[in-house]
């Protein structure tokens, strides 16, 4: 697979030139600064393509171009908000872009409570605990009949949490959430908001009584208006699954599991309609076994995110190791190698380590090196397994 990485731009610490030297074949990237809902244009596309060429790199993967709210929850506006996403795409395939990474998360992209949880070795990891989301739920948005999807246990929690905790306490929880998981790459909030927690609730009442048949139905009519132009100029369209994967906030998420797979392939049934298999936020759920996952979806996806979680009691998630978790990088390997060796890989969500101090969450230097390195080691072996013909 090709070896990717997620680059934020020229404001971005990390240069392309830092990327060359680890073995980075191919840049992830969009043009952060145009705000969603407006038309990427030929001139601004080649611009940034030009830029990354020149360091003796490819623009390999768009993620993302943002699908609006209102496409998905249906407003007003969303043909006129279509017909931009879909010159966007013409003018990427003109340019000799062809994989867009999106995803059709309603308000809030990935979800974690922790943005430094720490280990045993000094580095620290993302990492999602259910009673500290829960307390950000019932107890600071205080979002109508939230207390209905937690349990007894872990809504006790909360309420300890909310009794023991501090203006600072309230204030990081809300900001590892809401804003500093987001802001950075075309999110809704930013962290120049003043009020972050208000325009937040002001997001999801736009999805008040919108059903996860309603979101299905709109994913559908999007797809199904962009798949011509991605047909004329060859351009892949692959949705990340919903990070985690189970609804949140009284908001339906359609992109979490086997079936829900199959159902938004099947829906609009188009080779340009496909997968970004990202394996960390697929194995934060306990309901998906990866491995047969990617046989069955192997030929749909057109994107890999290689990264791990682990389940934890309690409902809560680490981000593990990339040799660890229950993701089974190899495996997962071994089966897009076979499948499709030309597939674009980027990991993810790197360990922080030192010197790592001052990345988007997430997003470390070292921490995501240390991870390349480990899984161009692990699709070197499955490289020389597959020429030995001993899988």
Known sequence: MEKTWRWFGRKDRITLE??????????????????????WSVEAIEDLKGYIEAAGLRWSVVESLPVSEAIKYAGPERDTLISNYIQSLANLGKCGIKTVCYNFMPVIDWIRTDLEHPWPDG????????????????????REGAGADYSPEVLQRAQQLDAEATPEDRRRLVDNIIVKTQGFVNGNISEKDNDPVGIFRSLLEK?????????????R????????????????????????????????????????????LGAVD????????CAGSLSAGAHNDLVPMARRFASRT??????????????????????AGRANLVELIRIFEKTNPTLPMRVDHGKNMLGDEGY????SFHGRMLALGQ???MMAAVRNEIKNGLI
């Open 123 to 142: 580095t620290t990891s993302l990492y999602f605990d259910m009673a500290e989301f829960a307390w950000f739920d019932t107890c600071i948005l205080q």
């Open 221 to 264: 009519y999007f797809l199904s208006a962009v798949m011509p132009v991605c047909e004329e100029y060859g351009v892949n369209m692959c949705v990340h699954p919903d990070d985690p994967p189970m609804p949140v906030l009284g908001l339906p998420r359609i992109v979490t599991s086997a079936e829900d797979i199959d159902w938004f």
């Open 302 to 323: 057109h994107f890999v995110h290689l990264r791990s979680c682990d389940i934890l009691p309690g409902g809560n998630f680490i981000e593990a190791p990339h040799t």
């Open 207 to 219: 999805y008040r009584g919108i059903t996860k048949e309603n979101l299905r139905e709109n994913m």
């Open 18 to 39: 830092m990327l060359r030297q680890i073995g980075v074949e191919g840049i992830v990237t969009a043009l952060h600064d145009i705000p969603n809902g407006e038309v």
């Open 375 to 377: 899984v161009d080691g």
């Open 360 to 363: 988007n969450a997430g997003y």
């Open 270 to 277: 188009n080779p340009h309609n496909g997968l970004t298999f």
